[in-house]
């Protein structure tokens, strides 16, 4: 008797389990999980618009969330142009405002940072036996549009040093 009853509660369970709807998206939505673009202020019909990086080092990362939340307030009236220097012991931020607010250029260089996995594959897969000595990340924007993004890389073997210039997919542009 025991057993029957235990039996009917879990064919219960399970039943009900499987009468329940599973959410269905409506046709036409489209679910957005990571915006590429950061518009941090808009300035009348133009928009200043940030694109971070997605670099792998925790103070790259650090300092692009500080100049996302900063905010210029009345700091810029009564100058054609607004500088804002962000510094770090690896590297420096610098974005320039015109006089309405809006954001036209970001330049970031940030030495010895944690290089992306593609760009440490690509270098020993070219350079066997070669290591990593010195490195710098350069990201260059200008009204929302990626100018530069690249490492400058020192590698060193034995006593011979080569420069390379790294994009962050691996390719090497420079130093072949």
Known sequence: MKSLIVFLLFFGFVISSYSQKKPQKEEGKID????????????GADFSVYI????PDGNVKRVQEKFIAYDLGKDNEDYDEYLLVMQIKKGTLSATYDEKGKLIRVVENYKNVVLPSQVI????KKFPGWTIVN????????????IKKQYNLKIKKNKEVRKLVVRPNGEIVKGL
């Open 32 to 43: 957005v999980i990571n915006l590429p673009e950061i518009v941090i202020k808009k300035a």
């Open 52 to 55: 971070p990086d997605k670099n």
């Open 121 to 124: 594959y690509s270098v020993y």
């Open 135 to 146: 490195d710098k990340f350069l990201y260059t924007q200008e009204e929302g549009d990626i």
